[in-house]
């Protein structure tokens, strides 16, 4: 039976969602079983054998529903293998070297022992809410600055370490 995979994710404008449905994409090919849904619509994690959890970062912080989820559920997090990503620079400085998870991220990493964080470049377009993402676009600093095959190949070895520690 193949392992269950969650990953959940809190979003503004959509972007960080369409990360999570590539990693998920990405674990499914890999045999396990997956979906990306919002962090706000989980009701429980105990179906699941393991967790990506992944949040927009929004002026140094990230997404308010990947925080609650996280905090929801953390002693069931603290249970399964755990991963955090976020998803935020509007420039290419994710693909071109590691940046560090902001303090909330991190704390909420040593206390749950997440196994890995990744930030990824984020993905700002016309039309998208909010006052400041309105001034970004108007300054002309937005566009998507994921970098699709570095999502897939960190998805990759999460679906390869999870189907290492499954038991047969």
């Not at 959509?14 to 449905?21: F, L």
Request: proline share 6%; glycine share 10%.
């Amino acid at each position: 039976m193949p392992t269950n995979v969650l990953v959940a994710y809190g979003t503004t404008n959509g972007s960080t969602g369409e990360i999570a449905e590539t990693i998920a994409r990405v674990l499914r090919e890999e045999g396990l079983a997956a979906e990306a849904l919002p962090a706000g619509a989980v009701p429980s994690v105990t179906e699941y054998d393991a967790v990506v959890v992944g949040g927009g970062l929004y002026a140094g912080h990230w997404h308010k529903d990947a925080r609650r989820f996280v905090r929801r559920h953390r002693a069931a997090l603290a249970e399964r293998p755990l991963w955090f990503f976020s998803s935020g620079p509007l420039d290419p400085s994710a693909s071109e070297r590691d940046i560090p998870p902001v303090p909330w991220v991190k704390r909420a990493m040593n206390r749950l022992d997440v196994r890995e964080h990744v930030t990824f470049g984020g993905c700002l377009r016309e039309g998208a809410k909010g006052w400041v993402a309105r001034m970004i676009l108007r300054n002309g600093k937005g566009g998507d600055f994921r970098d699709i095959e570095q999502i897939k190949a960190w998805a990759a070895s999460i679906g390869h370490e999870t189907a290492l520690a499954r038991p047969v």
